[in-house]
């Protein structure tokens, strides 16, 4: 069995055999820094994601039989795992700790700006929330999550409601770095270095049109390569009127990269984000996830973003084009 991020399952951080009805994973406390979300995978032969071990819920498990997802939140220490690994659903608890109980709190586990109909009241609840545990990293990733919900000040505000370890974690870190570098709304985005296929350095804004689509995108991303044809219809119908793309890439593998610009063979500008800089920039764009597609006017101001691939995109993309641009049949 192994112990990999939940996140990225692939991304294994320890295995151990399952032997006379116990197993035991370790992991070096000066490597990872801080808790964070794992999981437990039974894999099949090929590595494969196969079985994974559910983790009981001891909130709701009180009233009715539910258990979470593959999950749990690891704390630095001992973390104490009991339940029946041989039956079909591999069930177990975890032993109780502060951060798990928030972890499998059921309202906590759906905050977000939607879950309340007033910002005020969204913002208020995790002041208290965070005042009354200070001391909790699972919060402080609860809020990188979310963070796009916050404003720069009220990141810096709820941050400072943590204890001194919390606030100096490496997820704090992000947190601050985001507030510091994100755009606010209305205001132009600055020009950046960026890494070309030929491995020169180029500015974004060098060259600029009537509106400008960047896309960010990976070569491991499903729905970003799945995208890219509907982008190329994009370009051969607007490029001509103005339209400006500039594809920006995530990858942190250079040959990945250029492999799939190879098979891809995207016939507008394309970048990769550099390694020093790549947090300032995915703070000022405020990248999530990817695809993500920002489309900006003519002085770098951002017009719309649009998340993830969907079969509307190119009405959508074409409906704000239509906005600032002539169609060119």
Known sequence: MYLTDAYH???ILDSAEYKNGEFHFELDDTKYKEPFTASIYIPDTNLKKNNGIFFINPITSTTKDTFSNNGIFLVHGNNIIKGDYSSKLKRVSLTPTSESVLYFDPVISRLGLGYYKERGSWYEYMEDLIARHSGSYFLVHKMYEYRDSFTPAEINVLLSLFNEDVWKSPTASKLKSYANNV???GYAYPD???VKPDNTVGKLFERKGKLTMLVF????????????????????RYSSAGLVIKS????????????ALTEETMRWEQFALPYH???TIKAQYRI???PLVVFLDE????LKSFTGYRDTNTKDYEELINQYMPTKD
């Open 9 to 11: 399952w692939e991304h």
């Open 192 to 194: 950046m270095e960026l």
């Open 288 to 290: 999530s996830a990817v």
């Open 183 to 185: 755009v606010p709304p």
């Open 299 to 302: 002085n770098n101001r951002a």
């Open 277 to 279: 800089t790549a947090a």
């Open 248 to 259: 920006i890439s995530l990858d942190e593998n250079k040959e990945h990269w250029i492999e």
């Open 217 to 236: 995108w990976a070569s491991w991303c499903g729905p970003c390569r799945q995208e890219i044809p509907l982008i190329k219809q994009i370009h051969d």
